[in-house]
Nanobody
Framework: QVQLVESGGGLVQAGGSLRLSCAAS????????MGWFRQAPGKEREFVAR????????NYVDSVKGRFTISRDNAKNTGYLQMNNLKPEDTAVYYC????????????WGQGTQVTVSS
């Protein structure tokens, strides 16, 4: 099992920045991919970004490209989502997730952290 704990959410004005963290514990050696997802009120959960834990390659949803950066610190077993130039439409609960493969379903999920962007 892998346990994930997010932190770093909060309230920020449009144009501001936040950095989310996702601390992993447990069988972290089994992690191959960490992803970030978000769910806005009344909407489906959507993919935001993901990083291959070993090689570091990344992917992003189009709406955050150029504004968000996903990264990881292998030594600390922690992933990050740096969010710049935030927009009100970025308001959501953000979840980190991990899986034991490069592709496929995510096995493990954090509890989520609220990000609210005011206009």
């Amino acid at each position: 099992q892998v346990q994930l704990v997010e932190s770093g959410g909060g309230l920020v004005q449009a144009g501001g920045s936040l950095r989310l963290s996702c601390a992993a514990s447990g069988r972290t050696f089994s992690m191959r991919t960490m992803g970030w997802f978000r769910q806005a009120p009344g909407k489906e959960r959507e993919f935001v970004a993901r990083i291959i834990w070993g090689g570091g390659s990344t992917n992003y949803v189009d709406s955050v490209k150029g504004r968000f950066t996903i990264s990881r610190d292998n030594a600390k077993n922690t992933g990050y989502l740096q969010m710049n130039n935030l927009k009100p439409e970025d308001t959501a609960v953000y979840y980190c997730a991990a899986r034991s493969a490069v592709y496929g379903d995510y096995n493990y999920w954090g509890q989520g952290t609220q990000v609210t962007v005011s206009s």
